[in-house]
């Protein structure tokens, strides 16, 4: 019987590092797949860097991971995007990682009768930009955002993110938006096509059920929930979905990355 070869998906915050601090064992359990040939992408939601930004952050905290191992909800964005309505415009209420992917597809960023407003993470939320978009979307544009989560982490504690910014709008125009990050699966099968890879021999490791396995099982990926992050064995329980799998850490995979759900 033919080996199965997994290819990896793992979120970022949560798994690997939390708080800017390397979770132990990361390191050697990313060593261990680029030792093996194992494929893989970092996942996050989080749209304000560009792949080459996070790979310094995440140097600075002692992970190696190479610019085109990293998969934002800004890239997912604009390639999602650029499959839709090629060489568009969009208003984009965001940062550096979100303008970025949509100029590298092509796109014209504008404030003049653009195709779409497209909101992201921003750390700086401005009532004038927010006014505009709501106006642009009355006029006709449509409303897409990066990802739907309602706060972020800051050292001072919960800060506004995508979500709560997008259901301001929301109420304001009654127009929803479309969301392309976690838990849309759009998210895993742009991954997955970025990768060559196929469903059903790829993983998702989270920290999240309500983003990570949720948009893992509707991609139709095996799902490892570690408990480094939001997600308890508690609260994993209520939940009507289960992951295949529950580790403590993503270091539990050390040794095992070939085979992580025992099948050899």
């Known amino acids: ?30 060593a261990e797949l680029k030792a093996n040939g194992i494929d893989f992408l970092v996942l996050t939601n989080n749209s304000i860097y560009t792949p080459r930004d996070l790979r310094a952050r995440l140097e600075r905290t002692g992970l190696d991971i190479p610019e085109e191992s990293i998969w934002t909800s800004a890239l997912a964005t604009a390639k999602f ?20 992917a949509l100029h590298e597809v092509g796109y014209v960023l504008t404030e003049r009768d653009p195709d779409y407003v497209v909101l992201g993470e921003t750390r700086t939320y401005s009532f004038s930009a927010i006014t ?3 106006r ?21 504690g919960s800060m506004p993110a995508t979500g709560s910014v ?13 969301y392309v990050g976690k838990p849309n699966p759009l998210m895993m099968r742009s991954a997955l096509r970025r990768l060559g ?56 995979l050390i040794g095992r990355t070939q085979d992580p759900f025992g099948e050899g």
């Open 132 to 134: 505009r978009a709501i």
């Open 81 to 100: 995007l650029s499959s839709q309505r090629p060489n568009g415009s969009a208003y984009v209420i965001g940062e550096a990682g979100l303008t970025t």
């Open 1 to 30: 019987m033919n080996e199965r070869r997994w290819t990896y998906l793992s979120d970022m915050d949560g798994v690997l590092v939390k708080e800017e601090h390397l979770v132990p064992g990361a390191d050697e359990f990313l």
């Open 197 to 252: 890879a196929h469903s059903e021999s790829t993983l998702m490791i989270g920290d999240r059920m309500d983003t990570d396995v949720h948009s893992g099982i509707e991609a139709g990926l095996q799902t490892i929930l570690v408990l480094t992050g939001i997600s308890s064995r508690e609260s994993a329980e209520r939940y009507p979905y289960r992951p295949t799998l529950v580790l403590d850490s993503v270091a539990d």
């Open 136 to 156: 642009l979307i009355e006029g006709g544009a449509k409303f897409i955002a990066t990802n739907p989560d309602a706060t972020g982490p800051s050292v001072e």
């Open 166 to 178: 997008a259901a301001l709008i929301e109420k304001a125009t009654g127009r929803s938006p479309y």
